[in-house]
């Protein structure tokens, strides 16, 4: 072979392409971006509208409604969900797998734009939104000190804008601390004195603070900019305020309303059961973890010099520690399985010097395989890290069957170069296929589609990679490194004669196996067939998982009060929960929680509002502690639900692959109330199901409400429209902000309220006198019925049906099994005409790329047959070694129930992965059976030989291969759980296959051999 000959007469020019491709490599890995998982792009598209005070009934039909009518026009949409609740809509679009988001992203905008026109008068615009599941915050850094006013101020002008400086930082968000604000609280009596209204108080402070410019005037050469400057530079100038009356008198504002600088209270944060104020940091879409994470780091260490001594910048919870943990413990694996891999080399070549040329050959091809990676736009992650651990084995199996070839070269007299051209050159079209083979199995990979692909592609594409390199490396410099250091052959005198003594022994034993199964070629079929029968049989203990999480020791608790539950009963209910979780100090690191969030996007996202609070709990690490985050959260959620007047929920966070809820059940249908008593009955029935952790119903909670219906005709008569009316009670209830106040660059609103004490009962709400432009008051009762009802907090829509969501985790089962038994149960439930359920969450996620991935395991096995087929130019020959794959299901199903591991799609993904492998083996050995038949040897003798010969090879790469696999396999370090299914199933299907392989091969070979022969035999007699 060209190259090879070329390698080994030019061994600088080697050395010079592998030293400019490890520097790449090093340039490479320092750009990388380190992230847990690949970068997940979901084509989903979210429209958000805010429509302040509205009930969720009216953002539904004035909202929700015309926005969801809109955007089911668009093509390639699958899914329209909409969210309606107090003040705000949220409507999630979900595109076709494999849409381009950039495109229809557009589409939503254009078709939102349209829409605009339509929506009420009180709504904001809406946003269009990408929807990333990473756009969580990254970290929360923690302000404590004994002035909460001091925090607030702190963290605004110095805190968060130095963090918003930091690269690859999006925003940062405040929660906790007190902001300024100026109430203006009007006096009725006096306003009736005077014969003022509040529109026209509100007209005249709008007007009052307000800059303009107006034009130039010149001054010689020079040109003067007018500018007129009205605005207000203390609480006084408000006071101050000039409002004419109708009857053409003037007053001042403090004549008729009280005017208060107060501190408001955006939400109470606690760290470690302390007042704080606390920065949430979201990085930017394109930005890497660690990298943001570290920025901050270096800002705080910056910012703590600059602090007064009684404000201090602490880290609350910061998820890049469990990136890093977890990235280090893939790493520490394959350093690992490196030495391993390097010590059965060093027994099996009994030389020091062979056993360095394939030690080099390792981090080369890694390096290379980081190169190709930075070229791709891949990221450093656990997936990505864990394929090339999980490649390290099969990286040196190339090199292992060249060098070996060169070897036996140089112990037959050739010379260095001589055995290395010839060795490497005769092996090499060999060593391409059966990489080839390995290669080919992730070809179907691609079709995967869905979350499944946007993880495992990346995967793929790494262990796609380093093979590419090992090979490269294996044709070029491994011969050459040859040619320079193997300047003794191995010959047989030496140290290891013990090893020699047990491989002879092993080979005698595994020809007397060999030669029995000839003579006994239907028992061996049989006992082939009843285990992999009996490995089937396995299956139903077996069970299946989507993806399994690493545990990364963080809980999350929400406690939820009834819709207008006070702020001092919600601080009570933590305090409740903070002395419950004092009794685990050991095993708890950081609890922090916010109280009534002000912090519109997380109130969105919860679902929630000004009546949660919500814990973040950091545990300590897992070697720390006894219990795993899962067993632990379930514990901690018994313990709270002896709190009464809240629903408490204890969860473990999420890993970030935006993977949703285990179990989720979706009830639709026209009437709210009858998804109200299904969703009861739902929840009951859950309770009872196995398995099931925690079910939850999003009409769990609903929220009292006064309607308040104008009768327009009769407003009229006292000369009021719908709109002052309307617009005079959201005043008199809700206060309005008129203006905005700036003081010592610090803005801050200016609120027209009434006193607390005149608008709290209903008898106020009653009496509230309404006046017209004339300045004629009346009570509201006068135009206005009332009536008290309760209404849903939230409004859930699923393609323009109302819709209930339950949701539940999962305990002391496997997914699989208990959504089957969610099913069975629900099926034996009755619904009504019209009403109906769906199983979606995690379960709907993992049957959709089980059925993909079993389509891209038929289609692997069938390339990989394709190029056997290619290799040997011969339709039989590759269909014998396809006989080598069946019994991997023995060792896959045996492996998963051993190690009580359930059938996951990383599982599903090594399944895969050895369609590529388990053949290997059985190709040398088929090809080497070819060889001897081809120089004259008869069949039975041909495969006795065969086999005693390629034992060696096969043991030698199925031991580094699997030995390679061992730490991950062991599930040793965090993060460790994502990839242990998959070195679990490659380890035991390959071992199992390869027992069978030797021994199941060679009696199938002789089946289709004789059948070959009787038809070639049928032709010729015809003939």
């Known amino acids: 072979m060209k190259l090879v000959s070329t390698s080994v007469k030019r061994p600088v020019g080697v050395i010079m392409i592998v030293l400019a491709i490890i520097a790449m490599g090093f340039i490479s890995v320092r750009n990388l971006a380190i992230d847990l998982f690949p970068e997940i792009d979901l084509p989903i598209a979210v429209v958000a509208t805010n429509y302040p005070d509205a009930a969720p009934q009216e953002v539904e039909q004035l909202v929700s409604k015309p926005v969801e009518s809109t955007l089911s026009s668009i093509e390639g949409v699958n899914t329209i969900q909409s969210q309606s609740q107090r003040g705000s809509s949220l409507v999630i679009v979900m595109f076709e797998n494999g849409t381009n988001l950039d495109n229809a992203l557009l589409e939503v905008r254009e078709s939102v734009d349209q829409v605009k026109g339509a929506l009420p008068d009180g709504a904001n615009d809406p946003s269009v939104l990408r929807f990333n599941p990473n756009q969580m915050p990254i970290m929360w850094v923690g302000l404590t000190g004994s002035d909460t006013q001091k925090l607030q101020s702190v963290a605004e002008d110095t805190v968060q804008p130095y963090f918003e400086r930091q690269s690859g930082v999006a925003s940062v968000s405040i929660e906790g601390g007190e902001e300024r604000v100026i109430d203006v609280e009007l006096d009725r009596a006096a306003m009736k004195q005077y014969g003022v209204s509040t529109q026209l108080i509100?007209?005249?402070?709008?007007?009052?603070?307000?800059?303009?410019?107006?034009?130039?005037?010149?001054?010689?050469?020079?040109?003067?900019?007018?500018?007129?400057?009205?605005?207000?530079?203390?609480?006084?100038?408000?006071?101050?305020?000039?409002?004419?009356?109708?009857?053409?008198?003037?007053?001042?504002?403090?004549?008729?309303?009280?005017?208060?600088?107060?501190?408001?209270?955006?939400?109470?944060?606690?760290?470690?059961?302390?007042?704080?104020?606390?920065?949430?940091v979201l990085k930017q879409s394109d930005g890497n973890t660690v990298d943001v994470s570290n920025n901050i780091l270096d800002a705080m260490d910056d910012l703590n010099q600059q602090l007064p001594d009684d404000v201090s910048l602490d880290v609350v919870v910061d998820t890049s520690d469990f990136i890093k943990q977890s990235i280090n413990s893939v790493i520490q694996n394959m350093i690992f399985g490196g030495i391993f891999a390097l010590l059965v080399l060093l027994l099996f070549l009994r030389s020091f010097r062979?056993?360095?040329?394939?030690?080099?050959?390792?981090?080369?091809?890694?390096?290379?395989?980081?190169?190709?990676?930075?070229?791709?736009?891949?990221?450093?992650?656990?997936?990505?890290?864990?394929?090339?651990?999980?490649?390290?084995?099969?990286?040196?199996?190339?090199?292992?069957?060249?060098?070996e070839n060169i070897v036996a070269?140089?112990?037959?007299?050739?010379?260095?170069?001589?055995?290395?051209?010839?060795?490497?050159?005769?092996?090499?079209?060999?060593?391409?296929?059966s990489t080839t083979t390995t290669l080919v199995?992730?070809?179907?990979?691609?079709?995967?589609?869905?979350?499944?692909?946007?993880?495992?592609?990346?995967?793929?594409?790494?262990?796609?990679?380093?093979?590419?390199?090992?090979?490269?490396?294996?044709?070029?410099?491994?011969?050459?490194?040859?040619?320079?250091?193997?300047?003794?052959?191995?010959?047989?005198?030496?140290?290891?004669?013990?090893?020699?003594?047990?491989?002879?022994k092993v080979i005698n034993g595994y020809e007397r196996v060999i030669k029995g199964a000839l003579k006994l070629r239907k028992t061996t079929i049989l006992i082939t067939i009843a285990a992999i029968v009996g490995s089937l049989a396995l299956i139903p203990y077996i069970g299946t998982a989507f993806i399994p999480e690493g545990d990364q020791g963080q809980l999350t608790i929400s406690v939820e009060t009834p819709p207008g539950t006070s702020e001092q009963k919600r601080l009570?209910?933590?305090?409740?929960?903070?002395?419950?979780?004092?009794?685990?100090?050991?095993?708890?690191?950081?609890?922090?929680?916010?109280?009534?969030?002000?912090?519109?996007?997380?109130?969105?996202?919860?679902?929630?509002?000004?009546?949660?609070?919500?814990?973040?709990?950091?545990?300590?690490?897992?070697?720390?502690?006894?219990?795993?985050?899962?067993?632990?959260?379930?514990?901690?959620?018994?313990?709270?639900?002896?709190?009464?007047?809240?629903?408490?929920?204890?969860?473990?966070?999420?890993?970030?692959?935006?993977?949703?809820?285990?179990?989720?059940?979706?009830?639709?249908?026209?009437?709210?109330?009858?998804?109200?008593?299904?969703?009861?009955?739902?929840?009951?029935?859950?309770?009872?199901?196995?398995?099931?952790?925690?079910?939850?119903?999003?009409?769990?909670?609903t929220q009292p409400e006064m309607m308040v219906q104008v009768n327009r005709e009769l407003a009229s008569q006292y000369g009021l429209s719908y709109q002052e009316v309307m617009s005079q009670v959201q005043t008199a209830m809700t206060g309005q902000t008129v203006m905005q106040y700036r003081e010592d660059g610090e803005e801050m609103n200016v609120t027209l309220q009434y006193p607390e004490d005149e608008t709290t009962t209903i008898n106020d709400l009653e009496n509230l006198e309404i006046q017209n432009q004339q300045g004629t008051t009346i009570p509201l009762s006068t135009v206005a019925d009332f009536e008290q009802v309760q209404s849903a907090a939230t409004i859930s829509r699923e393609n323009q049906q109302r819709q209930v969501n339950i949701t539940s985790g999962i305990e002391g089962s496997d997914l699989g099994t208990v959504s089957q038994n969610v099913k069975d149960a629900l099926?034996?439930?009755?619904?009504?005409?019209?009403?109906?359920?769906?199983?979606?969450?995690?379960?709907?996620?993992?049957?959709?790329?089980?059925?993909?991935?079993?389509?891209?395991?038929?289609?692997?096995?069938?390339?990989?047959?394709?190029?056997?087929?290619?290799?040997?130019?011969?339709?039989?020959?590759?269909?014998?070694?396809?006989?080598?794959?069946?019994a991997t299901a023995v060792g896959v199903f045996g492996g998963l129930f051993i190690t009580g591991l359930p059938l996951s799609i990383t599982a599903f993904i090594g399944v895969i992965m050895l369609a590529g492998i388990v053949v290997n083996n059985a190709i040398v050995l088929v090809d080497y059976i070819n060889i001897l038949r081809a120089r004259g040897i008869a069949r039975y003798e041909a495969i006795v030989e065969a086999g005693k010969t390629r034992l060696r090879p096969i043991l030698m790469t199925t031991l580094t291969t699997i030995l390679a696999m061992v730490p991950l396999a062991l599930g040793y370090g965090e993060g460790a759980e994502m990839q242990q299914p998959m070195a679990v199933t490659v380890i035991f299907g390959l071992s199992v296959s390869s027992i069978f392989t030797l021994v199941l091969i060679p009696v199938v070979y002789t089946y289709f051999d004789s059948l070959s022969m009787r038809v070639k035999g049928w032709f010729t007699k015809k003939g």
């Open 441 to 504: 199995v992730f070809l179907p990979i691609v079709f995967v589609q869905g979350l499944a692909s946007e993880l495992f592609t990346p995967l793929a594409l790494t262990i796609s990679f380093s093979l590419i390199a090992s090979l490269a490396v294996a044709v070029t410099l491994i011969p050459m490194l040859s040619s320079k250091l193997l300047t003794k052959a191995m010959e047989d005198h030496g140290r290891r004669y013990w090893f020699d003594r047990v491989m002879q």
């Open 827 to 886: 099926d034996s439930m009755h619904f009504p005409e019209d009403y109906d359920y769906t199983i979606g969450g995690q379960t709907e996620d993992m049957t959709e790329a089980f059925a993909d991935l079993s389509l891209a395991l038929i289609l692997s096995i069938f390339l990989v047959y394709a190029v056997m087929a290619v290799q040997f130019e011969n339709f039989l020959h590759p269909l014998v070694i396809m006989f080598s794959l069946p």
């Open 354 to 403: 062979a056993t360095l040329v394939i030690g080099v050959s390792i981090p080369i091809a890694i390096i290379s395989t980081f190169v190709l990676l930075y070229f791709t736009g891949e990221t450093l992650n656990v997936l990505t890290m864990g394929g090339l651990a999980l490649g390290i084995g099969m990286m040196v199996d190339s090199s292992i069957v060249i060098l």
């Open 202 to 280: 509100q007209q005249s402070l709008q007007g009052a603070n307000q800059s303009a410019s107006a034009g130039t005037v010149q001054r010689g050469e020079q040109d003067l900019q007018i500018r007129i400057d009205g605005s207000y530079e203390s609480v006084d100038d408000i006071r101050g305020s000039i409002i004419q009356t109708q009857q053409g008198a003037k007053i001042t504002l403090d004549d008729v309303a009280d005017i208060q600088d107060n501190r408001q209270k955006n939400s109470t944060a606690l760290v470690n059961n302390e007042t704080a104020v606390v920065l949430s």
């Open 409 to 433: 070269y140089r112990q037959k007299g050739y010379s260095m170069k001589e055995a290395a051209i010839k060795g490497a050159s005769e092996l090499a079209p060999a060593v391409i296929a």
């Open 572 to 701: 009570d209910l933590t305090e409740k929960v903070n002395t419950q979780l004092s009794e685990y100090d050991d095993i708890i690191d950081v609890s922090y929680v916010t109280v009534g969030s002000g912090n519109s996007q997380s109130a969105m996202m919860s679902g929630g509002g000004g009546s949660n609070a919500s814990y973040q709990i950091q545990l300590v690490p897992a070697e720390e502690r006894e219990q795993t985050t899962s067993s632990f959260a379930q514990e901690i959620d018994e313990q709270l639900q002896n709190i009464a007047g809240a629903e408490i929920t204890v969860s473990e966070a999420s890993s970030g692959a935006g993977l949703g809820d285990p179990i989720q059940i979706q009830l639709s249908g026209p009437e709210n109330d009858v998804l109200k008593e299904l969703s009861d009955q739902v929840l009951t029935v859950l309770e009872d199901v196995e398995g099931v952790y925690n079910p939850t119903s999003s009409l769990s909670d």
